[in-house]
């Protein structure tokens, strides 16, 4: 579970509902983000606003990996 004040990336999810549609929206996050570590700022249910190197991002939690755990 993310929380905020974690470090996070981008990951491609396994499984995908909604078939094409999500599947853009997931390839188009991917290249924006673009390998760059975030930071979670704040959490709105399943979305967390990152951000990444600068550029804040809504991201949804299916999209994100926790690097390192805030304390």
Known sequence: ???VGD??????????????????VAKRMQARID???????EIH???I???FEGEIILVHMMFLEVINESR
């Open 1 to 3: 579970m993310i929380k």
């Open 7 to 24: 470090l996070v990336r981008f990951k491609f999810p396994e499984k995908i509902a909604g078939a094409l549609t999500a599947l853009k």
């Open 35 to 41: 390998g760059r570590t975030g930071l979670a700022i």
């Open 45 to 47: 249910g399943g979305n």
């Open 49 to 51: 606003l990152t951000d």
